[in-house]
Structure formats: C-alpha cells, structure tokens
C-alpha cells in the first residue's frame, strides 16, 4: 500500500519539457514503507529517457540491472545497504543532473491535490496528515503506534532523531481533523502537534515579479563578491605560507536546479568534488525558479549566464565544494526540517535556508499586516515547537553545523516568534541575514556606510546579524545571456552562506559562534548617521559592539548596522587558523 501510494504521487507530477535530447532526473524520493530501516526503496522520475540500454549510477558504483524497474520515465530503485552519494543516469552519450541521495531515516509524506483544504483564513492546510512530537523519554516510534491504533491513524513518515512522527488520521473533513488534534494534542506523551499550512507549490520566499526599486549593476560590489574570489584565488596557493583547505558539503533546502541553463550545464554526469564544486539537484523546467536563482549564487558558472557562482568561481584554489539541493518532499516546512536532519547526519556543515513564514495579524514596520508567507496562529505554534527540537538535536549531536536563515520579506520585524519563523530563534547555529542594495549615491567608497541602503522589503531589528545584497540575476537558456532581476533576502542569504562555506575550507575548526564572531567583525556598515541611538526595532542589524572593533569606544562603526564585507571575512578565517579564542 506505501509504495503504491508514494509511486502514484509520484507519477501524477506532470512531464516536464526539456531541450531536446537532455536527460534529467526531475524527481527522486523514497517510497514504500517510509519506517522501514532495512528499507532502500527509491522511486524516481526522469525526462528525455529513450529505449536502450540504461546505467543508473550511484557514486563510484553502477547499479545492476536486476535492481532497477523502468516503466517509461519512471524508475525504481532497489538499492543494497551503503552510505548517502549522488545519483545520475547514463544513456549512450548523454549524462542526467546528479541527484543527491540520502540515506537518512527522516522521511515524510506531502498530501495530494485532495488532501487539502482551505481553513478559517483562507489557508492551504492538510486534512489528513500531522506530526506528533513525542515527549523525549518515551520511544518515539512505539508510542506513535500506540496512538495510531487508538485514533484509527496510521504513521506513515517520521524524523527519528527529533522524536516525530507523521500520522494519517481517519479524518474527512476539518471539524473530524480539528477534534482529533485536540485529542492528540492531550496525551501526556505528546509534546506537540503539527499541521502544515502549505500548498505543494509554495514555500519560496522572494519578492513579488515586479521590482519597485531597481538595482544597480554593480550590487555585489557592495559585499566585495570579486575581492573575494581574488583573495582567495591569490592567497590559498600562494608559494609562501600557502594554505591547506578542507572540503565543505553545503544543504541548499529547495525544490530543484534548471540543468538546461548554461549556468549549470557543466555539472551534468558524475563530479568528483576534488579541486572543483559539484552541485546535485532535481532538474527544473525554469531557469528563473527560486531554487535555481539560490542555488546559482553558489554553484553557477561564473561567465557563462546570467547568475554567478561565489563557490564555483573557487575552483582549482579551493579544496571542492558540494552542494546539495533537498528537500525530502513537498510537505512543507515538515519536510524542510526532514530534509535538513538527513543533510546534517550526511556531513553537511553549512544549511542555506532562504525560506521562513510569518504569523497571521503579524504587523510591518508600517503598522500594515503582512501579506506573505503567513500561517495561522495553531499551525506557528506546532511550528515552532518543531524548530525549537531541531536546534536543540543540533547543539547536542552535531554543534558545528551552522544555519544561514533569511530575514524575510514582509518589511516586518525578525526577532520575535509573533511574526515570523525561524529567525525568531536565539542560537549560536542560526545566523539571520538582510537585504540591502547600492544607494543611489554615486561618489562615495564601497566601505562608506552610505554606499548601500536597506532594501525596503527587508525585516529588520536586533535579530539580524548581518545584511547582504538582495538582488541577483536569473539565469537563462542563452549562453551569456543576462536574466531578469529578482530581489529578496533570499537571495542574500546564499552570499553569507558562500562565505562561511570558504570560511570553513581555510578553517574547519570555526565553531558557529566564532563565524559569527569574524563576519560581525569584518563587516562593513550601513546605515546613516544619528543625533540620538536609534529604537531597538528600527535597527537593521543588531548594531556593532565595541567588542567587534577592538573595543574602541569612539570607533566610527560602532552602533550602526552590519554589511557582508566577503574579502575581509575570508582574510580574518586565515588569520583564525591556530588561535580563533
């Protein structure tokens, strides 16, 4: 029944049309029973598939015949027992996106198209599917059973090491769901209950289409994008006192990358992460999508299109970057957190999440509800408790690991868990990023705090770390061709996360707090000046400390906001190497 289930959602996604001859992989999930650990059930999707012989690969290995099932575009794959790689198919000449594949026991399931409906606010919400957080001394998996079995439910997905499990109850309506969570949400055994308030097709988070206020061509001048690259270019292999790097794997929490662009189109096939940055991502049908846009500030070819990849252009100086974008399923910020549970327990070090939601009635600096990306009142609350055992599984098991969190877009407040989620969070793991763009002042230096402006959509106050540019080009399917501008604090979290990534290759040993700590110090500012200290809510960073200026007073920084400055961030992680305290 699971793997009927998982194969039918499966196959009903429609066929994606692709350039002709390309093959692609546009899906790749788990499926048949999701909790089964000796389970290794994968059902795929790909486009361009001919008939002929087929080699799936999996890492260094191909997959024998007798392990995969083709049916058209469809595949299922048996695979043995081994660790997390990517996936890729190789038919004659031509080679597929690569397609990172997990091991990871979390795995939820998405609803269909007739699983949801619309609540009291006019909301996507799921009538038949929601979490249990289980309280910690309880085993987890056999209290959701009991449960099941006194509800009439079934658990069918479940993320193991934060205690949940994804139930599908016996509800047809909202009344019949709404009455069970109430039931549920009273058991001694149950921390929490969490329902998503999502459609499949949302969770982006940038601007609306339409750009109010156009940027320059010059926006990542403003974070010294190209200082960096030349920095670190010149200084890791310098002949004297060249510097050893380490590999870094980052988590990109999106749907999908377009491989037709020219951006992307030199990461088809295998990539052995040696000298040069892989990406592995489902393939899209847009090059404009979000996840492309994101993805591309990574890992685009940095001449090609339209967008330009801060790692990529790393290359041959750097020890190799891996960048995988996941997102387990459609099933919302669940599936968010699913996905970046597996990430983590496969090695990654750096989590790029350019998504987050805001409460209904949450209020703008103007005083004017926010009108995007909100949830309800019952769904925040579920929600937050989810996130607050995410961070707390992340600073007992894996306290390295960092989270690189847009600000949002509703030109609303970050710091406080009645508008928005998850930067509302206070933790060394989770690092909150703005937007700003280049002022339209012409005749000042980059590191003059009125070279740039915050970008008016931005959230704002103490909660923010740091701001980057918010606007980026798109790519396109026409070599060299410069997209469309799209603009949001998604786009500038990619920026802070590219640079604690190379961060991390110069020094592996940079905890969160101490990445913190450099980037603060190392920052740039913005922001004009003051008769009188500004109120808490209208700072767009919290302000710089004089501890962050070598505790002078009178530094001219001191008090205003803080702007990405990448060079300097790169030089201050070579500078840690043996003595960040």
Known sequence: MF????????????????????????????????????????????????????????????????????????????????????????????????????????????????????????????????????????????????????????????????????????????????????????????????????????????????????????????????????????????????????????????????????????????????????????????PDNHGSSVAGILAAHPQRGG?????????????GFEVIVERNSDAGITANIAASVNLVEDGVRVLNWSWGIHRVGAKNVEGDEVDSLIRSGLAMSGYEELLEEFFLWLRREHPDVVVINSAGNGAAFSGTDEYRLPSSFITDQLLVVGGHQRSQKKDVAVDDPAYVIKRSSSNIDMRVDITASACTRASTLRDGERGEVHCGTSYATPMVAGVVAAMLSINPELQPDQLRMLLRRSAMTIGGDYDFEPMDAEDLTAPILPSERNYQLDDKDVGRSARLDMQKALDLAVQSRGRVR
């Open 307 to 319: 967008n330009s990849g801060f790692l990529q252009a790393l290359d041959g100086a750097g020890p």
């Open 3 to 286: 793997a009927r289930a998982a194969l039918l959602v499966l196959l009903s996604i429609p066929s994606i049309v692709h350039a002709q001859g390309s093959l692609r992989i546009v899906q790749l999930q788990r499926c048949g029973d999701l909790l089964r650990e000796d389970a290794n059930r994968y059902c795929a999707r790909a486009s361009g598939l001919a008939e002929g012989q087929l080699q799936v690969r999996l890492g260094e290995a191909t997959l024998t015949a007798e392990r995969v099932k083709r049916d058209d575009q469809s595949l299922v794959l048996d695979l043995p027992n081994g660790p997390s790689a990517p996936l890729w198919l190789e038919q004659g000449e031509r080679h597929s996106n690569p397609v990172w594949l997990s091991r990871g026991r979390s795995q939820v399931l998405a609803a269909g198209p007739d699983e949801v409906a619309k609540n009291m606010d006019g909301l996507t919400t799921y009538l038949d599917l929601i979490s249990l957080l289980i309280e910690e001394k309880h085993d987890g998996r056999q209290e959701a059973e009991r449960l099941a079995e006194r509800y009439g439910a079934q658990v069918v997905g479940a993320i193991p090491p934060l205690n949940i499990y994804q139930l599908r109850l016996p509800a047809k309506d909202l009344i019949q769901r709404d009455a069970l969570i109430l039931r549920l949400g009273s058991e001694a055994s149950v921390d929490a209950v969490i329902i998503e308030e999502s459609a499949p097709e949302k969770g982006e988070e940038s601007e609306p289409t339409t750009v109010p206020e156009q940027p320059s061509n010059d926006e990542w001048a403003a974070n010294r994008f190209a200082d960096a690259v030349n920095y670190y270019q010149r200084r890791i292999p310098a002949k004297q006192a060249p510097i050893e790097t380490k590999p870094v794997r980052i988590g990109v929490i999106e749907r999908n990358v377009d491989f037709d662009a020219p951006d992307f189109a030199d990461h088809l096939g295998g990539c052995a992460p040696d000298k040069r940055t892989c990406l592995y991502a489902r393939d899209s049908d847009k």
